[in-house]
C-alpha cells in the first residue's frame, strides 16, 4: 500500500485542521493505520490509530479530547480531525499503517512499516 497526507497548514491555536491519508495499491482492509508527527528538533511520536477490523480507536493522551481519527472505506483514506490545536501541536504529521501491529506495540512509531509523506502543520500563537 502506498499512503498520501494531505491537509496540513497554518492555523491560529484554538483552531481545526482535518488532514487525509488516502491509499493506493490495495485497501485498508487489515491494517492499522496511525497519525504520527515530529516537532521540530524532536523526535517522531505516536499521535492516533484506527485498526480497521471493528473501527477501534487509540489516542495519545494529549490527542484525547481534541483529535478524532476515523476511516471511510469506500475512499479508502484514514482522517486526523484535529480540534483546539495547541502551539505545541506544530509539527510534520506522518499517516503511516501495518498488518501486523499488535495492541502493546500500536504506540510504538516502530511498529508501522509503510509511511507516507509527511503534511506541516504549523500552529501560531
Known amino acids: 500500500v502506498q499512503l498520501q497526507a494531505s491537509g496540513g497548514g497554518l492555523v491560529h491555536a484554538g483552531g481545526s485542521l482535518r488532514l487525509s491519508c488516502a491509499a493506493s495499491?490495495?485497501?485498508?482492509?487489515?491494517?492499522?493505520t496511525g497519525w504520527l508527527r515530529q516537532p521540530p528538533g524532536k523526535q517522531r511520536e505516536f499521535v492516533a490509530a484506527i485498526r480497521w477490523s471493528g473501527g477501534h480507536t487509540y489516542y495519545t493522551d494529549s490527542a484525547k479530547g481534541r483529535f478524532t481519527i476515523s476511516g471511510d472505506s469506500a475512499k479508502n483514506t484514514v482522517y486526523l480531525q484535529m480540534n483546539s490545536l495547541k502551539p505545541e501541536d506544530t509539527a510534520v504529521y506522518y499517516c503511516?499503517?501495518?498488518?501486523?501491529?499488535?495492541?502493546?506495540?500500536?504506540?510504538?512509531?516502530?511498529?508501522?512499516?509503510?509511511w507516507g509523506q509527511g503534511t506541516q502543520v504549523t500552529v501560531s500563537s
Open positions: 495499491g490495495r485497501t485498508f482492509s487489515g491494517y492499522t
Open positions: 503511516a499503517a501495518s498488518r501486523s501491529v499488535i495492541l502493546s506495540n500500536i504506540g510504538a512509531v516502530g511498529a508501522y512499516s509503510t
